[in-house]
């Protein structure tokens, strides 16, 4: 079955710009969403389809995928950016998460 | 508004069964797909199953045989039956919605509903 690895944390100082990646064999050929969790609420789509925002989602966010790794930008880091991400793929008619990782913004 | 609700879960014994719903409103909801993602405490989101709009049904391994997913386009309702239960199911269930999920990823999600199976 497919895998998505992700890094367990990620810690940005705030106003700097965050990355988050998400590996996977030939990611670059399958489509890639990312998802926001704060804690004691649902995930929240963040980006669709490698580089899209879902509307309502600020411009600060932002993907791209190639190879091997699909990454999730955060520009000018605010503290309510701190949550848990989550990559996503549909793979073989499964869906398949990564780990999650918990960015801190210090 | 968009909203998904989730209700059934609660507190059952190895081997038993629990049936989850989950309605839904302010989308039109026979035009997408449907899914259940469980997330245990502490712990990743994981995809469970899924139902698109012709009524094709997809599981996760560990749940293939023992959980059937359906739904009600009348209604607006989505369900998950759930049998032989076991301690590793215990989790937080989210419906999730997509008019295409490949393509888009999961739109919409509920609050979860929390199952625990524990004797």
């Known amino acids: 079955s497919y895998e998505l690895t992700q890094p367990l944390s990620v810690s940005v100082a705030l106003g700097q710009t965050a990355r988050i990646t998400c590996g996977g064999i030939?990611?670059?050929?399958?489509?890639v969403h990312w998802y926001q969790q704060k804690p004691g609420q649902a995930p929240v789509l963040v980006i669709y389809?490698?580089?899209n925002r879902p509307s309502g989602i600020p411009e600060r966010f932002s993907g791209s995928n190639s190879g091997n790794t699909a990454t999730l930008t955060i520009s000018r880091a605010q503290a309510g950016d701190e949550a848990d991400y989550y990559c996503?793929?549909?793979?073989?008619?499964?869906?398949?998460f990564g780990g999650g990782t918990k960015l801190t913004v210090l | 508004e968009v909203q998904l609700v989730e209700s059934g879960g609660g507190l059952v014994q190895p081997g038993g069964s629990l049936r989850l719903s989950c309605a839904a409103s302010?989308?039109?909801?026979?035009?997408?797909?449907m899914h259940w993602v469980r997330q245990g405490i502490g712990k990743g989101l994981e995809w469970v199953s899924a139902v698109g709009t012709s009524g094709t049904t997809h599981y996760a391994g560990s749940v293939n045989g023992r959980f059937t997913i359906s739904r009600e386009n009348a209604e607006n309702s989505l369900y998950l039956q759930m049998n032989s239960l076991r301690a590793g199911d215990t989790a937080v269930y989210y419906c999730?919605?997509?008019?295409?999920?490949?393509?888009?990823?999961?739109?919409?999600w509920g609050q979860g509903t929390l199952v625990t199976v524990s004797s």
């Open positions: 999730a919605g997509s008019l295409d999920t490949a393509m888009r990823g999961f739109e919409y």
């Open positions: 302010g989308f039109t909801f026979s035009s997408y797909d």
């Open positions: 030939n990611i670059g050929r399958k489509n």
């Open positions: 996503q793929v549909w793979d073989s008619n499964t869906g398949v």
């Open positions: 389809r490698d580089s």
